[in-house]
């Protein structure tokens, strides 16, 4: 069953919501105007789906009054099965709607994408991931910002971090984190062995300032010239950027800016947005009970996926979802992928919060 309660709430704060969005007040004032627009597309589907969930309630006991009518019980015994199981379909839909919201989903995102084993067909493979997900975001209405890059021979990548900028960017990319495996002939191999190959991916929710504070004295700048693989350089001036965050150790490296000050806005974002994750993992060590289930759909020591070109065949190692159109994913078709992701999500969400409510004897 449904928390009409819950729903009832949900309606009347979507309807304090539109009251407020005509207040003279809050148009005058840009923040909470936006706050309130973003609340009110929170609220629209679940208002929706409820509103459509009381209308099928009402049909569904209607038709089953007119089962005792001799003129309209056939009309009704034949049309209950199709409400009926609308009806199933649009609970499940609202308990999904109802489900814990991930607090980064909304956020922008830093993509990063790494060659791991394998050699120059990791690198290659890097490259095929970076496009793919490229030509994903332009399908999706997503800007696309190149933060770093660090090429390799013959048109691989050894490195490169994005920042994808539209709307539920991370809410669509966040199950793309780990290790992705390729299994192809390479074009070097004349006995045509296939190779087996790697490269990572994470996924990060963009920082904002406020929210991670950077202490000048736990960051040492290192300035240097930019310079590109076999020995061409990407610019001549001292513009490469290199931070390293004492506390942590951690460094990051920005070079593809003329401008040193662009550099080093850039390596700071990068900066921030990790940090954030790491505070964001350690946390959700605190609260694990929601998401030990879950957690390998994101540890990037998984591999996650393999990606076998021969077959041309992509297997979801976490779902067990298996495509036989390999050749059309890696060109940015991504989209039934990763909506079986986040279905499986969803499932492992539901079953957990209605596990936990039969434990409470709700």
Avoid at 92 to 99: E, K, N, T
Avoid at 137 to 142: C, M, P, R, S, V
Wanted: charged share 30%; net charge negative; aromatic share 4%.
């Amino acid at each position: 069953m449904i928390p009409e309660e819950k729903l009832q709430s949900i309606v009347r704060r979507s309807e304090e919501v539109e009251q407020l969005l005509c207040d003279p007040k809050v148009l005058g004032a840009p923040d909470e105007l936006r706050a309130l627009n973003r609340e009110r597309r929170q609220l629209e589907p679940v208002v929706k789906a409820f509103a459509d969930f009381v209308q099928l309630s009402r049909r569904i006991s209607d038709n089953r009054e007119m089962l005792a009518d001799p003129e309209l019980g056939e009309l009704a015994r034949d049309e209950l099965p199709e409400l009926e199981a609308r009806h199933a379909e649009l609970e499940r839909s609202i308990r999904v709607l109802l489900l814990p919201k991930d607090p980064n989903d909304d956020r922008n995102t830093l993509l990063e994408i790494r060659a791991g084993t394998g050699g120059e067909e990791a690198a290659l493979f890097a490259a095929d991931l970076l496009r793919m997900y490229v030509r994903y975001a332009e399908t999706k209405g997503w800007q696309v910002e190149q933060l770093s890059s660090s090429e390799a021979s013959a048109g691989g990548v050894k490195e490169a971090i994005l920042l994808v900028t539209g709307d539920r960017v991370f809410s669509s990319l966040k199950y793309e984190s780990g290790v992705h495996r390729v299994q192809r002939v390479p074009a070097t191999e004349a006995q045509g062995r296939i190779h087996t190959s790697t490269a990572t991916v994470a996924v990060l929710p963009e920082a904002d300032d406020v929210e991670v504070t950077l202490d000048d004295k736990d960051l040492r700048f290192d300035i240097a010239a930019s310079g590109g693989p076999g020995g061409q350089g990407v610019n001549t001036t001292n513009s490469a950027v290199q931070i390293t965050h004492l506390p942590t150790g951690m460094i990051v490296k920005c070079q593809d800016e003329r401008s040193q000050l662009k550099n080093k806005a850039k390596a700071l974002k990068i900066l921030r947005s990790r940090l954030l994750d790491i505070e964001q993992q350690r946390q959700a060590e605190s609260i694990r009970d929601e998401r030990r289930t879950m957690v390998k759909a994101g540890d990037r020591s998984e591999k996650i996926r393999t990606y076998n070109f021969p077959q041309n065949r992509l297997t979801d190692h976490r779902i067990g979802l298996t495509l036989y159109k390999l050749d059309r994913v890696i060109e940015g078709e991504l989209g039934e992928l990763v909506d079986a992701l986040v279905t499986w999500h969803q499932a492992a969400q539901l079953e957990a919060t209605e596990g936990s409510m039969a434990g409470d004897g709700r």
